[in-house]
Nanobody, 126 residues
Framework: QVQLVESGGGLVQPGGSLRLSCAAS????????IGWFRQAPGKEREAVSC????????YYADSVKGRFAILKDNAKNAVYLQMDSLKPEDTAVYYC???????????????????WGKGTLVTVSS
């Protein structure tokens, strides 16, 4: 049984940093596509960052490029999202998701990811 468990969310002031963690079990992240997605209130879920297992490429949404970084630790079977220079518009529930092959990052296709965590809330506010 595959489980993805996120942690590290919380309240942070604009300009601050947070590091989200996702611990995986029942799935080897080294050979899986793994990424972070988010859903803000009233908005569609969107891909934030994702690492493909097919070609090793990494996707970042334009809105987070230069501020967020995805990191994978194969030894710990975990993935992280380092978020710097946070903005109020980054407020959302952040989900870790995995797939056997692909990163579903096109809007409207994120449901294609095979496995999802329950999410962790990030609130950016002064």
């Amino acid at each position: 049984q595959v489980q993805l468990v996120e942690s590290g969310g919380g309240l942070v002031q604009p300009g601050g940093s947070l590091r989200l963690s996702c611990a995986a079990s029942g799935l080897t992240l080294e050979s899986s596509a793994i990424g972070w997605f988010r859903q803000a209130p009233g908005k569609e879920r969107e891909a934030v960052s994702c690492m493909s297992s097919v070609d090793g490429s990494t996707y970042y949404a334009d809105s987070v490029k230069g501020r967020f970084a995805i990191l994978k630790d194969n030894a710990k079977n975990a993935v992280y999202l380092q978020m710097d220079s946070l903005k109020p518009e980054d407020t959302a529930v952040y989900y870790c998701a995995a797939d056997e092959y692909l990163c579903a990052v096109v809007p409207g296709t994120t449901y294609l990811m095979d496995y999802w965590g329950k999410g962790t809330l990030v609130t950016v506010s002064s």
